[in-house]
């Protein structure tokens, strides 16, 4: 069963930048259309950006022109950048495939936003 694994979370003032990294353990089917989460603390989890196979990107409205998701094939690896980040993008975040999530989850990795 493919693990993933996220990093690159941490505390960050507003409109600062992190970028986060999703590792697979095993090959991702290159087929998979796959997805960065988030669920912030009393929320439900949320997805905010999607990537589909043949390259087409999706975002929430509420990350629209601040987030970027990308994804390296050969190294199994999917990315978010996050850009002018605010105090509401505080979360842990978490990417799966998805419209329909297919893997386990992972532990996540926190982002902290500071006003």
């Known amino acids: 069963q493919v693990q993933l694994v996220e990093s690159g979370g941490g505390l960050v003032q507003a409109g600062g930048s992190l970028r986060l990294s999703c590792a697979a353990s095993g090959s991702i089917n290159s087929n998979y259309d796959m997805g960065w989460y988030r669920q912030a603390p009393g929320k439900q989890r949320e997805l905010v950006a999607s990537?589909?196979?043949?390259?087409?990107?999706n975002y929430a409205d509420s990350v629209k022109g601040r987030f970027t998701i990308s994804r390296d094939s050969a190294n199994n690896t999917v990315y978010l950048q996050m850009n002018s980040l605010k105090p509401e993008d505080t979360a842990v975040y978490y990417c799966n495939t998805q419209p329909w999530v297919l893997l386990d989850w992972g532990q996540g990795t926190q982002v902290t936003v500071s006003s």
């Open positions: 990537s589909t196979s043949g390259g087409s990107t």
